[in-house]
Nanobody
Framework: LQLVESGGALVQPGGSLKLSCVAS????????IAWFRQASGKEREGVAC???????YYEDSVKGRFKISKDNAKNTMYLEMNNLKPEDAGFYYC??????????????????????WGQGTRVIVSA
C-alpha cells in the first residue's frame, strides 16, 4: 500500500483547502485512516481520523473547521480545511493504520499496525 498526498498550497487566513490522499496497492476499507500535521519546530500531531466503524475524530483546534472523508470507490481520503489560521500551517501527512494515534478521545498504540504514510503536502497560511 502506498499513499500520495496532494492539495497543499499557500492560502490566506480564513481561506480553504482540500487535501487528497490517493492509495494504491491496497484498500482503505476496514482500516483506520488519519491525517497528521507537523509545523516547523513542533512534533507531529494527529488532526483527524476515521475509525474502522466510520466514526470520525478531530483534534480540538480543528473541530468545526476541518472535515475528514473518504471515497472507497476512488480509494482516496480527503481533508477539507476551512477558515484556515496561521497555526494550521505545516506539512500534512495521511496515514493508514498508524502505530500510534491520539486524536480527541481516540487513542491507540499498536506496534504491529500497518503504519503506512504519505510523503506529505505543505500548507502555508499567510497574508
Amino acid at each position: 500500500l502506498q499513499l500520495v498526498e496532494s492539495g497543499g498550497a499557500l492560502v490566506q487566513p480564513g481561506g480553504s483547502l482540500k487535501l487528497s490522499c490517493v492509495a494504491s496497492g491496497g484498500t482503505l476499507n476496514n482500516r483506520i485512516i488519519a491525517w497528521f500535521r507537523q509545523a516547523s519546530g513542533k512534533e507531529r500531531e494527529g488532526v483527524a481520523c476515521i475509525d474502522t466503524d466510520d466514526t470520525s475524530y478531530y483534534e480540538d483546534s480543528v473541530k468545526g473547521r476541518f472535515k475528514i472523508s473518504k471515497d472507497n470507490a476512488k480509494n482516496t481520503m480527503y481533508l477539507e480545511m476551512n477558515n484556515l489560521k496561521p497555526e494550521d500551517a505545516g506539512f500534512y501527512y495521511c496515514a493508514v493504520d498508524p502505530k500510534r494515534l491520539h486524536i480527541g478521545p481516540k487513542y491507540y498504540a499498536a506496534s504491529s499496525a500497518l503504519d503506512i504514510w504519505g510523503q506529505g503536502t505543505r500548507v502555508i497560511v499567510s497574508a
